[in-house]
């Protein structure tokens, strides 16, 4: 079964980095578009980044500059790099992503900051 598995969730302090993966897993074919979403306690999910299928990106204007959303063909991956993380980026982060036509979403992973 297709599944997308995240990683890369933990606790960093306000100005740290973390890195989050989605690996498209049960399938030969890649992820076309895919996005990040993170939900807060008490907030709505709000989309964070997303990438095309042609690798066009796009950012949430809160996190411009500080995150990039980019892929790894060969390992059918989808990444979320995040630098100069702050407090308000703390969130369950989950991912999206088309393979073929289908919709996929990934587990989740726990974001946290301190300040």
């Known amino acids: 079964q297709v599944q997308l598995v995240e990683s890369g969730g933990g606790l960093v302090q306000a100005g740290g980095s973390l890195t989050l993966s989605c690996a498209a897993s049960?399938?030969?074919?890649?992820?076309?578009?895919a996005d990040w979403y993170r939900q807060a306690p008490g907030k709505q999910r709000e989309l964070v980044a997303d990438?095309?299928?042609?690798?066009?990106?796009n950012y949430a204007d809160s996190v411009k500059g500080r995150f990039t959303i980019f892929r790894d063909n060969a390992k059918n991956t989808v990444y979320l790099q995040m630098n100069n993380l702050k407090p308000e980026d703390t969130a369950v982060y989950y991912c999206?992503?088309?393979?073929?036509?289908?919709?996929?979403w990934g587990q989740g992973t726990q974001v946290t900051v301190s300040s």
């Open positions: 990438i095309t299928a042609y690798d066009y990106t």
């Open positions: 049960g399938t030969i074919f890649k992820i076309n578009a």
């Open positions: 999206h992503g088309r393979v073929l036509t289908v919709d996929y």
